[in-house]
């Protein structure tokens, strides 16, 4: 294991304690893309460069970026305020998740990797595109992936549209009796 | 034995007096439902009669169940039960016409009185158990429909339930015995079943003794229920509740004697056992003399005749019991003339008394009632034993009979004769004798009454001599008739100075008790009778506590455990809602795990992820 590898998985476990720790939500969003650098890097050293910069350029560039937004549009950024409900919950998910971290350490300690792993070629769209219009590999599941988007598209417009209120005259007497009985 | 659809007959011609009655009677006008019912009874009679002297008939259908022919048959046995059945049943029918003038319930009487009469044909014509097992559970249904007759009053329904419960415990051993005959034999037709067990006068070789032993004993069951034998014999008294016809028919003359008859006809499976014979014998005599002791201190009118009923029905298990069957039928013919006339006279008395059945307000009808007054006579002194009337001759075979058996049996048997002999002279005196006590104008019943007692008199009087002991010199007549028929033992008769000797003892102490009697219940009517009479006529007005001991031992016990099974029924349900009440609060639980947290789900979540990936792993 090289200083180089050492520095990348210090580097992970670090952002995302902060990600998870910090107060500030700001701070624990740029923590995030901090993480996906380096998580974009660590994938180029594992020969998947165009799987790295789509790392960068959607994840960073785009979702944290939303997060962003999000959190100073409603000026969200402390977020210790108000009552904490499970006041006793933080000890059980930090026994959990480092039962969690046990249990897959303890996995990946029973597995070996396979003998001869395929030619990567760099991990380049050249080498990916033929598996992803194949109908035999990934076709279909880039199809459906392309649904997938379109739902959420959708799903984003009606949830953010305002609430249309209808006029109460309009509405059938037998309608009327059903929303009373709500 | 000539096939014939005449047969089945007999016993449709009453059964359509049942129906037409049952549906149109109440459109007849009075008399007319009892001249239609007697008329049918009469022309079973007649048809009964007819078919008889041409030898007999038989009727099956051949396929009514899976290897049971609906079968009947009509020998000398059954056709001396149909002379007894229809004939003294027509008297009585005619009888019944004066004695329920102007009951609301006039028609309907007569219906049920058709059914009964139907039914005791088809029990017994039966050829087969089953067919008998029919007409046994509809003279107990015409029986219960007949004691609570008059059923606004609450204790004549009691009777009538009483009487059907009683009637069921025996019954049950009925249906038993043909279960245990079935299993063993294959059939239930009488006639096949004496050819299986006892083809030539004796047990057939390889025979299960023990099956037909245990057949036997329940089958007696059926007929101690039936017959009224201790210890199922509190429902006689109690079921004077209905009208006196209905005691004379059904309570003394026919139904009761059912049975006898199922002994006789069944005669092949009990003449080769003894110990079951020997039981018919003990229950018979403790029968007799418990309805002898029980008569004495009774103040009803009918329930000193049904006391005396039930002890003449011990008599005639007794004799079934030694084996002599054909003295048992005798006695059934004799005590069907004298029992039923018996009843009747009792209910002329009635009838002159404007429903008054106390003794203890009778007394003094010699000078009111010119014609009963005889009937009463001959009645009590034929069932009292009165050399040369008929009860003494079938009552002397019937001592012959146990004399042969046991000396002690004859000793208990001519005690319980004398017994007999003294309390129907107390039912004769308290009724007839002495001063009126009363207050009612007593008036001779009409002739639609009188009649049928007139004939049954003669019944009485000269019925007897159709079974003389052989030392009289002169034909007994029955004895011959009905042992073809009745398995029988061929045995050595008496000699000439015993049976002599026997007949002359029961005589004398006939007349001497009918004598002592005579004189001693003069003292009661007067209300002078010793101190010890008073008290032993206490205890057996109650019968000797025997309905007391019923109850404490059956009749209670048996409501608290319905109580407790009924409240076990209840905590059984509760405990399977107790049940279900946890997987209720299970899920109350398990709701309460929905906590509205987001992160409490997410930790949910986390820690199934752990338990997976451990289970996946270790595995």
Known sequence: ?182 | MQETVLLPLIILLPLLGFAVLGLWGRRMAEPVPGVVASALVLGSLLLGLALLAQGGAKWAVEDWLPGVPLSFALDNLSGLMVMVVAGVGFLIHVYAIGYMHSDPGFSRFFSYFNLFIAAMLVLVLGDSLPVVFIGWEGVGLASYLLIGFWYTERVNADSARKAFIVNRIGDLGFLLGMGVLWAHFGTLSISELRELIAPEGEFAIGINVAAVSLAAFLLFVGAIGKSAQVPLMVWLPDAMAGPTPVSALIHAATMVTAGVYLLCRNSFLYFDLPDVSFWVVLIGMLTALYGALCAFGQTDIKRIVAYSTLSQLGYMFVAAGVGAYWVAMFHVLTHAFFKALLFMSSGAVIHALGGEQDVRKMGGMWGYLPQTRIHGLVGALALGGLPLLSGFWSKDAILAASYEYSALLWFVMLLTAALTALYSMRWFVLVFMGKYRGHEHPHESPAVMTWPNHLLTLGSLFAGFVGLPYVVQSENLLEPWLNKVIVHHEHEKLPVLDEWALIVISAVVALGALYYGYRFFQAEAAGKLPAWFTRFQEASLRSFYADEVYNALLVRPLKGLAKILFDADGGLLSGFWWLGSVTGNLGGLLARLETGYLRFYAAGLLIAAVLLVLVGVIR
Do not use: C
């Not at chain 1, 009552?83 to 933080?90: I, V």
């Not at chain 1, 990934?138 to 959708?154: R, S």
């Open chain 1, 1 to 182: 294991m090289s200083f180089a590898e050492l520095l990348a998985a210090a580097l992970l476990i670090l952002s995302a304690l902060v990600v998870v720790r910090t107060s500030n939500a700001v701070h624990a969003a740029l923590a995030l893309i901090a993480n996906f650098l380096v998580i974009a890097a660590v994938y180029v050293g594992l020969e998947a460069r165009f799987v790295a910069m789509t790392q960068v350029i959607v994840y960073a560039g785009a979702i944290v970026v939303l997060f962003l937004f999000v959190i100073m549009l409603l000026s969200a950024a402390q977020a210790n305020v108000g009552k904490d409900l499970l006041p006793g919950l933080q000890i059980p998910a930090i026994l959990g998740s480092v039962a969690l971290a046990g249990v897959l350490v303890y996995a990946l300690g029973r597995f070996s990797a396979p003998a001869n792993p395929g030619v990567l070629n760099g991990g380049l769209p050249q080498a990916l595109g033929p598996l992803l219009y194949t109908p035999e590999k990934w076709l279909y599941a880039l199809l459906l992936v392309g649904f997938l988007l379109l739902v959420a598209t959708i799903a984003a417009v009606v949830l953010v549209e305002p609430e249309r209120i209808v006029p109460e005259a309009s509405k059938p007497a037998s309608e009327e009796k059903e929303l009373v009985g709500r």
